[in-house]
């Protein structure tokens, strides 16, 4: 007879953002997760200028879980989580959004394909997604740089970049 080692599932870091009635999207994406993992944990709260355009501030968080799901399979629920929320993907990349939910990281995986970077790009360009992520995975290293996420924020350039923490109970 033969054992079967345990599965590791991979822990997963998600970016949440909106400047369309952002504390209903926020909350509510939230609490759409947390139906499917109880356990997730998730950063503070952040108000932050739009980037690339023009537009209201937005407020943003990341959450950290692990999860069942293939990346695909995470990817497509992060979308269509995204849609209950009236998300508009035929819109330009850098305009208002309802909910803008990005997938940072999915265990350590290293990929380009199939319209998707893992890990992300943002996370080394934006103090909106990096602070966060480093709030609840600080010690984690970059699958790529090698460096851990406190190490990559304390070299982050930030001119005139303003993150408010706001108060948050999801």
Known sequence: MRLNAPT???????????????EHNVRF?????????????HSSLYETQ????????FYNLVIAFES????QGLRAWLRSIEAECG??????????RTLD??????GDLVTSEDGLELPRDEITLNAYVLKPLAEI???????????TFDE???EMELPGVGLKTIEFCA
Not at 101 to 106: G, I, N, R
């Open 8 to 22: 590791v599932l991979p822990t997963v870091f998600i970016s949440i953002g909106s400047n369309i009635d952002r």
């Open 29 to 41: 994406a939230v609490q759409r997760l947390r139906q499917r993992y109880p356990g997730l944990v």
């Open 50 to 57: 739009a980037v690339g355009f023009d537009g209201d501030p």
């Open 68 to 71: 069942e799901l293939n990346v």
């Open 87 to 96: 998300r508009d993907r035929s819109q330009p990349r850098f305009s208002p």
């Open 101 to 106: 939910m990005d997938l940072l990281l999915f």
């Open 137 to 147: 995975a600080g010690a984690r290293r970059h699958p790529v740089l090698g460096k």
């Open 152 to 154: 990559l924020w304390s």
